[in-house]
C-alpha cells in the first residue's frame, strides 16, 4: 500500500516537474527570444541623451521700439513654456487624455500595450491602436518615424525606457507638450491655446485645455469647425478623465461639460493675428537681413527676440507719402489697367458664390490712402456708373462716372462684368457717399528715413503695396542716382583744395569714346560760362561736375564713393560723375546721414538689439561708451558723458560745406519750390536721362530721408517728371510730421574755419556789410585763404567746333506741322545724346 503510494506521488512529481520545466523553458525562451529581438532593435539606435540638450524651433519675433508685436517668422510656429511656466491643469488635461500613468510607469504601459494587442486581434486589424506612453510619443516625435510597425513599436519602448533613466518626468513632459503638433500650424500647447483662443496658457479653463488635449490623436479629424460634433465629444471624454482621475471637482467637471465648444476658427473669439500689423518691408528686410548673418534655418527656428528700430508714427506716415505721389503720377497718366482678376460667369451666378471667390482673390488687401482700399467686383456696367459688390460690406454699391474723370475713356471701354477692382468708400459730411476706384501705380519708388548720428531707420517703403510686391525697392532696386550722386564729386573737390567760391567754367564738353562721341548737356540746354562752385550744386549743372570731376581725377571720386558706401568697386568713367552708375536707396541715404553729422560713419540699421531664447542679448548696434553710467548719482544738471569711436570720413569742415551748399539747393535751387520745412534743410535732387529714375535725397540736423521713384523695368515717365517736382511733395509730407516730432536746428559749425561773404553769382569777396539775395557767407578753413577768380575748366578747351545750343536749330531741319506752321527737326540722335550723360 505504501509502495503505491509512493508510486503515485512520484508520478504527480514527475507529472508536475515535467510541466513545470516545460513552462520555465518556455519562459525562458520567450525571455530570451524577447531578449534578442530588443537587443537586436537596441543596437544603433539614436541617442535619447540628446534631449537633454534638445532646443525645440520656435518664433522669432519682432517688436517696436515701444514694445509692440509687429512681425513673427517660424517654420514651426512654436512659443517654447518651460515646465514650471505650464499650469498644472494643461498638464493634467493631456496626461488624462493620452497617458493616465504618466508619473508611475518606467516609460511604457504593459497593460495598455496587452489591451491594443487584444483589440487589434478581436478586430482582425482593423481597429490598431497605439497605447502609447507619453515618453514613448516623445521619442517618436524627436527620433523616431511615425509608421505603424511592430519594429518601430519595439525601438521606441528600448528609446522611452533609456529615457526614463535620463530624464525627470517634468522635463519629459516639458518636451512633449511643447514639441506635439496641434493643428493650423501650431506646435505645442503655447503656441495652440493662441491660434484656438487667443489665450495666454494661464487663461485657458478646464474645457479649454480638454479641448487642446483632444487634439494629439489626430488634429485634421478633430477640426473645431468641419469635425464639431467629433471634437466636443472627444473633450467630453477628457474632462470625465480629468474628474475621474481626481485633477477636476464633480461640480467643476459638470459645468464644463455643458460649455459650448467656442474657438477663434468658429469666429467666437477674435484671432492673435488681427493684433499684427501686415506685414510689410520694414520687417521682411529684417527677415532678409538676419537670415544672410545668422543664416535662415537659424532664424527661423532660434527664437530671436529682435528689437525694431522702427518708428510705428514715422512709418505709417511713409507709407502715406509715397503712396500719394506715387498715386499722383499714376492719375496723371490717365491709364486704367486694374488687377488683372476677373471672375467667371460661374462665380458671379450668385452673391454667395461671387463672395466666395472675391475673398479668394489674389488682391492688395494691405492698402490705406485716404481710406481703406478693399477689393471689390464688378456686377454691372451702365453709361454713367458701375455697380460693385464689395468685400465686407453686405450691400452693393455703385461707383459714378465722375469719380473716374483721370481716366482715358469711360465705363464700357475699361471695364466688364466680372472684374475685380480696389475702391475706396468717398464721404461727405460724414457720411457715405459712393465708392471710389483705384489701383495699385505701375510706377514703383521706395522710401528711407533714419537718424543722422546713429543710422537707425525709422520708417522704410519700398513700393506701393507688400502684398502686391515684396521686391524692396529701398534696398533691393539697382538704379541710376542721377545727380544724387554729385555731391561726392563736390565733396572730394573741397577735400582737395577747392572752396565753395571756387570758379568752374559751364561751357559745352565733347569726349571722344569707343562707343563714339559724348557731348552732355544741362539740363536746360543752357551754357552760363565761368560760375562759383555753390552754384553748380544748387542748380544741379552738368558740365560743371564733368569739369570739376575731370579737375579732381575720377579715382578720387570713386574713392569717395566707395569710403561712404555708395559702391564697392566704383567704374572710373566721367559719365559716373553724373550719377550713371547704379546703386540703392538704402545706400545713399546711410551716405548723406554722414554729411549731416560732420563727416562720422554710419552703420545704417534696422535693428537696435536680439536676444536668443534665453533672453541673453547676441547683438547690439549702439556700441557706445556710457563713461558715467555707473556712477552713483552725477552732479545737478549734468548728463552722462556718452563717447562715440566713429571713423571720421571726411573732414568736417568739408561735411559743413558741403551741407551749407545743399542747403542751397533748397533755399534757392533745383528743389526750393517744393521743400518748405520749418527748420534748416539741406538736400539735392536727381533725375536720370529720359526721367527714367527721380530722386531726392534730403536731411535736417537729425534726420536724413530719401525717395526714388522709376518703373521697375526702367523707362521714361514722361515731361514733368524730375526729382524735385515727384520725390520733393513725399519727402516734404514726411518731414513736416518728423519735424513735429522729433525738431531741428541750425547745422553744427566745426571748428577751424570762418566766414567771407562772397558774391554767389561772380564768387567775388564782399565786404562783411555786404547785404542781398546775391549775398551768400561761406566758410573757409582757417591758415588756407582762397585764391579768388581762378578758374578751372578740367583740361576741355571751349573751342568754336563745340556747338552750342543755338546751333541746333541750324544744323537742324525745318518741317511743315499738321497745322500749318513750321518746326524744327534736330540732327539724328547718336551717342552724345542717349548715353549716361546728361543726367541732372
Known sequence: MRERLYSVLRFILSFFGSIFSTITLGVAVVALTIGAVFWMYGRDLPSHESLAQYQPPTISRIYSGEGQLIDEFAEERRLFTPSHEIPALVKQAFISAEDKNFYSHAGYDARGIAAAAIEAV???????????????????????????????????????????????????????????????????????????????????????????????????????????????????????????????????????????????????????????????????????????????????????????????????????????????????????????????????????????????????????????????????????????????????????????????????????????????????????????????????????????????????????????????????????????????????????????????????????????????????????????????????????????AQEVGMPVVAGYAERFGVYDNMGTYLANSLGAEETTLYKMVAAYAMFANGGQRVQPTLVDRIQDRFGKTIYRHDDRDCVDCAVASLEPGRAPRIVADREQVMDPITAYQLTSMMKGVVDRGTASSVINLPVPTAGKTGTTNDSRDVWFVGFTSNIVAGCYMGFDQPRPMGRGAYGGTMCGPVFQQFMTKAVEKFGGGPFEVPEGGHFIKIDRYTGAPLPDDASGAYVVAEYFRDGAEPIFGMTFDGGFAMGSSLPLIEEVEQSGRKVTTSSGGTAVLGPKASFGTISSGGLY
Not at 226 to 236: I, Q, Y
Open 122 to 548: 478581436r478586430s482582425r486589424g482593423s481597429n490598431v491602436r497605439g497605447a502609447s506612453t507619453i515618453t514613448q510619443q516623445v521619442m517618436k516625435n524627436f527620433l523616431l518615424s511615425g509608421d505603424r510597425k511592430a519594429e518601430r513599436k519595439i525601438k521606441e519602448i528600448i528609446l522611452a525606457t533609456r529615457l526614463e533613466e535620463t530624464l525627470d518626468k517634468d522635463r519629459i513632459l516639458e518636451l512633449y507638450l511643447n514639441e506635439i503638433f496641434l493643428g493650423q500650424n501650431s506646435y505645442g500647447v503655447a503656441a495652440a491655446s493662441q491660434t484656438y483662443f487667443n489665450k495666454t496658457l494661464g487663461e485657458l479653463a478646464p474645457h479649454e485645455a480638454a479641448t487642446l488635449a483632444s487634439m494629439p490623436k489626430a488634429p485634421s479629424d478633430y477640426h473645431p469647425v468641419r469635425r464639431k460634433d467629433r471634437l466636443l465629444a472627444r473633450r467630453n471624454y477628457v474632462l470625465r478623465e480629468m474628474y475621474e482621475n481626481g485633477y477636476i471637482s464633480e461640480d467643476v467637471y459638470k459645468v464644463e461639460v455643458e460649455q459650448p465648444l467656442r474657438s477663434v476658427q468658429n469666429g467666437d473669439f477674435e484671432s492673435f493675428r488681427t493684433a499684427l500689423p501686415p506685414r510689410d518691408y520694414f520687417t521682411d528686410e529684417i527677415r532678409r537681413q538676419l537670415s544672410q548673418d545668422f543664416g535662415e534655418g537659424e532664424f527661423f527656428t532660434g527664437g530671436f527676440t529682435v528689437r525694431a528700430t522702427i518708428d510705428e508714427e514715422m512709418q505709417t506716415e511713409a507709407a502715406l507719402a509715397m503712396r500719394k505721389g506715387l498715386e499722383k503720377y499714376d492719375r496723371s497718366r490717365g491709364i486704367w489697367k486694374g488687377t488683372g482678376v476677373t471672375l467667371t460667369e460661374e462665380e458671379l451666378a450668385s452673391e454667395e458664390t461671387w463672395r466666395e471667390a472675391l475673398g479668394q482673390a489674389d488682391v492688395s488687401r494691405d492698402i490705406d490712402l485716404g481710406g481703406k482700399w478693399l477689393p471689390a467686383v464688378v456686377l454691372t456696367v451702365a453709361d454713367r456708373s458701375l455697380t460693385v459688390g464689395v468685400e465686407g460690406v453686405a450691400e452693393t454699391g455703385s461707383v459714378p462716372r465722375s469719380d473716374i474723370k483721370w481716366m482715358k475713356g469711360n465705363f464700357k471701354d475699361n471695364f466688364t462684368r466680372g472684374d475685380v477692382v480696389l475702391v475706396r468708400a468717398e464721404m461727405k459730411d460724414d457720411a457715405f457717399s459712393h465708392w471710389s476706384l483705384r489701383q495699385v501705380p505701375e510706377v514703383q519708388g521706395g522710401f528711407v528715413a533714419m537718424d543722422v548720428n546713429t543710422g537707425r531707420v525709422l520708417a522704410m517703403q519700398g513700393g506701393f503695396s507688400y502684398q502686391h510686391s515684396v521686391f524692396n525697392r529701398a534696398t533691393q532696386a539697382q538704379r541710376q542716382p542721377g545727380s544724387s550722386f554729385k555731391p561726392f564729386v563736390y565733396a572730394a573737390a573741397l577735400d582737395s583744395g577747392y572752396s565753395p567760391a571756387t570758379i568752374i567754367v559751364d561751357a559745352p564738353i565733347e569726349i571722344n569714346t569707343p562707343q563714339g562721341l559724348w557731348r552732355p548737356k544741362n539740363s536746360s540746354n543752357k551754357f552760363y560760362g565761368p560760375t562759383p562752385l555753390r552754384t553748380g550744386i544748387e542748380m544741379s549743372r552738368n558740365l560743371m561736375t564733368i569739369r570739376l
